[in-house]
């Protein structure tokens, strides 16, 4: 039998021309020894006769193992061709066996049958192929069967991308569109078909511009065409409208599509319904503008009630400070002392009030400036030394030598933090002792960490108290506020603000023993030279006329100030120091009285009438005259936009109302003899 299928494939008994000998056994050579291609020959019963060199690198057998054994039905899928044995029985009628009589039915009935079957290899892996089988003739007779095959491993795969790819292209929430070069649509997914409310009969050859609503700017179109026109992908936006003429915001990105040569085909466009986004962007935007001008509106109430209470607080303040500076009854001075006491006490509930506010609405950022650290020292021991001596408490602030003197970091709230603490401790200590100390921690390059620390021999505090400490509007325990007072509003501002400067608190207390509130914080360290000798602490304000009186007598200041109780508390508390006063009751009065008189100094106040304070001044320094003449501000406000306004417009300090006179004297001496403060 293999020699019949042999001479099947033999040369013609007519002797044929050399060349088409040539070409017969190049045929030959072809089927028998092409490794790209499986050739399976089997007899008339479907046993294998031949087995080429491409049908045993694709199925892993020699030929020895196969040939005169086994039949192609052995090498492929039994399921399959179980399945193909019953459709072909239902399509012709008649029952048709699973097996090799499956694989050749249709060849042995002269119908072409090229079909895709499942082969397993004798390692038992399996690879999907396709088969042509042909019927092998010797006249009218069958003598046997080739199956000439081809590993279709690579074609499924392509087949399963495409088909993956197609899934998710369809089921992709986004649109997506396929043009040709002329921008007629070849293909469109599902969501272009949401999107838009036409079907895909209905776009499919047309132009994408039926979408347009008119109202996307044709410039956008231009911009478009030139850069797809350069081969480059072009991203925009344009304002489409659906068939049933609702317009729709759509996010675009249309990119070429090359073949294998380089050359545009096609174009991808991949477009976002981004209508609602666009709407919650419009909304936010208004939400953050309306946010934002209620913010300034805020800030600006705020300023204009700190100006407007501390105004008339000043009064309170410096009346009854310039009162307990005269010789009076004990009983008027008690009055006078808790009056004096009250209104500070209400100012301080004031300020922490509207630093909270400010803190809430991000109104405060840190001012970073050089500062000496005994200066700060000498203010919080003139601000409690004396209180605590009243109620017979030790005080005492302890700065180690090795702690460097000339720092930088936002002093004033650092003061405040200090301020509060110390405050605190006074307030809720009966007897005993409280310090602030200030120990450095390390020192490297130009930074130096240190450790801040209030220890007092208070009322102490629980556990379960310590967790609403920093609660704004809340104390410990509501039996504080009733004996000792106060708000609650002045360690959760304390808190904000060490957060603020990259710090954290501390707090170790034990109810009957006291409190130590402590917080590290890293401040820069300045490289000005120390100053030779340091000023001992002020205690009072009588001790500050002794300490600066004899520096100021008889120079000359001018005061521009609206307000009558103030210009009186300024007047009379400067000639406490013996300096000689006049009085502007506005800005242009103040110009006048310059051009007429030499003056040391300004105190110049912000808001007047006629002319405010920022004008004046701007106007004075315009004059080489007035270049040099120290200005200070004199203000009732608080926010740093104000003091910013006070030094861009030329004013060399400024003093916040109510009038500190260790502050006014200081400051004075500061800019009229700042040799006397190194000397």
């Known amino acids: 039998m293999l020699n019949k299928l042999y001479s099947y494939f033999q040369l013609p008994t007519k002797p044929p021309a050399k060349q088409s000998i040539i070409q017969t056994k190049a045929l030959q050579n072809a089927i028998f020894n092409s ?28 030929a020895a193992e196969v040939m005169n054994t086994m039949t192609p039905a052995e090498l492929s899928d039994a399921e399959e061709l179980t399945l193909r044995a019953d459709n072909l029985s239902l399509e012709h009628g008649q029952l048709i066996t699973s097996g090799f009589e499956a694989l050749i039915f249709k060849a042995a009935r002269g119908i072409e049958d090229i079909y895709e079957l499942t082969y397993i290899r004798k390692d038992g892996s399996r690879f999907p192929a396709v088969v042509s089988v042909t019927a092998l003739h010797t006249d009218d007779t069958i003598i046997g069967y080739l199956l000439i095959g081809t590993d279709n491993t690579l074609r499924k795969q392509d087949q399963d991308c495409v088909r993956k790819l197609l899934q998710a292209t369809e089921q992709n929430p986004t649109t997506i569109v396929i043009t040709d070069l002329n921008m007629n649509i070849e293909y469109v997914n599902e969501q272009f078909v949401k999107s838009s409310g036409y079907s895909r009969e209905e776009v499919i050859g047309k132009n994408p511009r039926i979408l347009q609503s008119g109202h996307t700017p044709r410039t956008t179109y231009t911009d478009m065409r030139t850069t797809l026109g350069k081969g480059d992908n072009w991203h925009g936006e344009f304002i489409n409208k659906s068939k049933l003429g609702v317009e729709y915001l759509e996010s675009v990105l249309i990119s070429p599509i090359h073949d294998s040569t380089g050359t545009i085909t096609h174009y991808l466009a991949i477009k976002e319904d981004i209508t609602e986004r666009k709407q919650n962007e419009a909304l936010v935007l208004l939400a953050k503008e309306r946010a934002e001008a209620l913010a300034i509106s805020k800030t600006q ?49 004031l300020n922490d009030i509207l630093d909270l506010s400010k803190l809430e609405a991000n109104g405060i950022s840190l001012n970073p400036m050089p500062f000496d650290l005994n200066e700060l020292r000498d203010t919080l021991y003139t601000l409690f030394a004396e209180a605590a001596q009243n109620k017979g408490l030790v005080f005492d602030i302890t700065i180690p030598a090795q702690v460097p003197r000339k720092l930088i970091g936002d002093d004033l709230r650092l003061k405040q933090v200090l301020i509060n603490l110390l405050s605190n401790a006074v307030k809720f200590t009966s007897c005993g002792a409280i310090n602030l100390s200030i120990n450095l921690l390390d020192s490297k390059a130009s930074k130096a960490r240190l450790l801040f620390n209030v220890k007092d021999s208070g009322i102490g505090l629980s556990g379960e108290d310590q967790k609403k400490l920093f609660k704004p509007f809340t104390q410990a325990d509501e039996s504080i506020s009733r004996r000792f007072g106060g708000t609650g509003l002045g360690l959760a501002l304390s808190h904000n603000l060490v957060q603020l400067m990259g710090g954290k608190f501390t707090v170790v207390s034990t109810p009957g023993l006291g409190s130590s509130f402590s917080f590290e914080l890293a401040l820069g360290v300045s490289d000005k030279s120390e100053q030779a000798n340091v000023k001992q602490p002020l205690a009072s304000t009588a001790s500050a006329l002794k300490e600066f009186a004899p520096i100021l007598a008889e120079t000359r200041i001018l005061v521009a100030e609206d307000n009558f109780f103030n210009q009186q508390i300024v007047k009379e508390l400067l000639q406490l120091a013996g300096i000689q006063v006049q009085i502007a009751n506005n800005g242009a009065e103040a110009l006048a009285m310059l051009e007429l008189d030499e003056f040391d100094a300004i105190l110049m106040d912000i808001h007047m009438p006629v002319m405010n304070g920022l004008d004046a001044t701007q106007q004075l320094r315009r004059s080489l005259r007035f270049a040099d003449i120290p200005i200070i501000a004199l203000t009732a406000g608080v926010t740093e936009t104000e003091r910013e306004q006070c030094l861009a417009c030329g004013m060399n300090d400024f003093i916040n109302k109510p009038i500190n006179m260790t502050q006014l004297l200081s400051t004075l001496v500061r800019w009229i003899q700042p040799s006397v403060l190194t000397c």
Do not use: C, W
Not at 40 to 52: L, P, S, V, Y
Not at 323 to 348: C, F, Q, V, W
């Open 35 to 62: 490794i790209y291609f499986s050739s399976i020959a089997t007899d008339a019963n479907g046993i294998i006769q031949i087995f080429n060199v491409g049908a045993e690198k694709m199925l892993g057998y020699s």
């Open 301 to 349: 109430f705020l300023a204009n009630m700190s100006h407007e209470i501390r105004t008339p607080m000043s009064g309170i303040i410096g009346f009854s400070e310039l009162a307990l500076l005269k010789e009076m009854p004990a009983d008027i001075r008690d009055y006078l002392t808790k009056i004096n006491h009250a209104s500070t006490n209400l100012l301080g509930i």
